[in-house]
């Protein structure tokens, strides 16, 4: 084979092989190749008996019995938005070939149990929604890469300590949504890569590091936190042990000094430290302390 052709070919694979990063990536990369995406339950529901309904995405009113979607088991990818879906059917858990679930715009006030069925599943988005809680159950995701949920118009959030089971987690992205204390195990989440938390009303961050039977477990990975617009007054010792880390988003928040110990992050690229009350002679300090960073005020 002539070197051109086999360099072109293994170009190829190689693109192939990417992990796919936007929605029309996910689509185009999952299902057989060639097939069809569904823009109505209606035609998914009539076709769902031959097995080739792999992708789903509309943003047409919802039917009354959305159990039906539960029988399309060929489903790889559900994206739904504005159709005015408040709540999931029970047996939705049966799409266990699921790898891609969003729903956007539509005023889920829960999330049923059954989604501990979806072991496959790879991304999970959500946006605007009116939940009171998030189950437990979630922790079944054990190959879920990228966690996102922007915007929720329900109570305050507990996020449950099962997220210590969402192992394989790169990115974990909460916006807008009122959340209580966090869990200590988010320490076990050893492959984060992006934790984003911001406009979540938190007061204080969970340690990024910890003891767990006799081991100590942290954020090891972690490369990106943003925690804007909350009101943060302190930054827990553990977080300087995340020694990846390069970007770190502070801004709006209710700080009045940053740790000496942020010295620690010799990886630290860009800090944010805007919108909150440090004095000029501070920000002189952590200048000093961090020679090799962008640091915005």
Do not use: H
């Amino acid at each position: 084979m002539p070197k051109l052709l086999l360099l072109l070919c293994l170009l190829s694979f190689s693109l192939l092989a990417q992990p796919p990063k936007t929605e029309d990536d996910i689509f185009r990369y999952y299902g057989p190749p060639g097939s069809s995406t569904y823009t109505s339950f209606t035609d998914a529901f009539k076709d769902a008996k031959k097995g080739v309904v792999f992708k789903l995405k509309t943003d047409q009113p919802a039917p009354k019995k959305l159990d039906k979607l539960a029988d399309i088991g060929s489903l790889q990818i559900i994206s739904l938005s504005n159709n005015y879906i408040s709540y999931l059917p029970q047996n939705i858990g049966n799409l266990s070939s699921l790898v891609y679930f969003k729903s956007e715009n539509n005023p889920l006030k829960v999330l049923p149990i059954s989604i501990s069925g979806w072991g496959n599943l790879i991304y999970f988005k959500l946006a605007g929604t009116e939940l009171d809680s998030l189950p437990p159950d979630i922790g079944g995701f054990n190959k879920l890469k990228e966690f996102e949920w922007l915007g929720n118009k329900g109570d305050t959030i507990k996020l449950p300590a099962e997220v210590k089971y969402l192992k394989a987690l790169k990115s974990f992205t909460i916006q807008k949504v009122t959340l209580d204390t966090l869990p200590k195990t988010m320490a076990l989440m050893a492959d984060l890569k992006e934790l984003k938390l911001d406009s979540c009303s938190l007061n204080i961050l969970p340690d990024f590091w910890g003891e767990y039977k006799g081991k100590v477990v942290g954020l090891e990975k972690l490369e990106d936190l943003s925690v804007i617009g909350n009101n943060l007054t302190s930054l827990p010792t553990t977080l300087f042990y995340c020694r990846n880390l390069r970007v770190l988003d502070l801004s709006n928040n209710k700080f009045t000094a940053i740790p000496d110990d942020i010295c620690r992050l010799k990886n630290l690229e860009i800090l944010d430290v805007r919108g909150n009350t440090l004095t000029p002679y501070q920000l002189a300090v952590l200048k000093g302390l961090l020679p090799n960073c962008r640091i915005l005020f």
